[in-house]
């Protein structure tokens, strides 16, 4: 398993105090004290002659999936050690192989999956266990098993799931540690926009029950932005740039709607008359 080390940056702050010395005398002017306005000023948005409003306004667009890839990830099983003496210091040899998986991919061809909608990945184990506090540099072997799915619904992929875990079940050299789900549209860009679409009318009406409570009415929206963290979340049709784990696959629930859903962010700041 591949882990990944954050390096963290502290900041000290020193903070010089100035003594004057018993023979010197310093005024201090009470001009210096901050008034009302000044403190406001830290503030978004900044006093003005006329009322202003910032709102964030969220929106959300779902739409029926038009493919699903159902990602199995497999392991190598050991139901009892191995003879001789165990050591934490070498990776095992043996991994996950075809073979092993035959009788899996056997079942999904007989309830109807193709070759083409199957991609299997056989991962070997790579580097060693180090000793304790050397951090260790190996990697599990196992397998991953991705089949796709045009236009989902919910029976399908159940059908899919419980017959590859019963393919799986009785396998004991092999363990399906794993059942991960990732759903798609075709067209992701109008989604984007209905999503956004429903964030500006959110905005809209938030700004205008701010308004009223102020008695002042809204003027033509000045200034429209995203979050700054806009850019590491994922979209229907990219995965983001998320330090870690930046993949839009989740926990496969045979409960859970068969959709995409894009949520939007934005910044709209308003001024009033």
Do not use: H, W
């Amino acid at each position: 398993m591949k882990k990944r080390v954050i390096s963290s940056l502290v900041v000290a702050v020193i903070t010089t105090s100035f003594i004057p010395s018993p023979g010197r005398t310093e005024n201090i002017s009470n001009d210096l004290t901050p008034d009302t306005r000044q403190i406001s000023q830290l503030f978004y948005p900044p006093p003005s002659e006329e009322p202003t409003f910032r709102v964030i306004g969220k929106g959300q667009a779902s739409q029926p999936a038009d493919r699903a890839s159902l990602l199995f990830k497999f392991a190598r099983n050991y139901p009892s050690p191995p003879e001789g003496v165990l050591s934490q210091f070498e990776s095992s040899e043996e991994n996950v192989t075809l073979e092993m998986l035959q009788p899996i991919l056997d079942a999904l061809q007989a309830i109807g999956v193709s070759d083409q909608a199957i991609d299997l990945e056989i991962i070997e184990p790579s580097g060693s266990f180090l000793p304790f506090p050397f951090p260790s540099t190996a990697t599990e072997g196992g397998a991953q098993l991705v089949v796709t799915v045009d236009n989902p619904n919910r029976d399908r992929l159940e059908e899919i799931v419980n017959t590859a875990t019963d393919a799986a079940s009785p396998i004991e050299a092999i363990l399906l540690s794993t059942v991960n789900v990732e759903y798609a549209v075709n067209n992701c860009q109008a989604l984007v926009q209905a999503a956004y679409q429903s964030a500006v009318q959110d905005a809209q009406n938030r700004a205008n029950s701010l308004a009223a409570a102020m008695g002042t009415q809204l003027r033509l929206v000045p200034s429209v932005a995203e979050p700054f963290y806009a850019v590491f979340l994922p979209g229907c049709d990219s995965e983001g740039n998320l330090p870690f784990g930046n993949t839009t696959s989740s926990v496969y629930d045979p409960d859970a709607p068969v959709e995409v859903t894009v949520n939007k962010d934005i910044f709209v700041t308003y001024t009033g008359r």
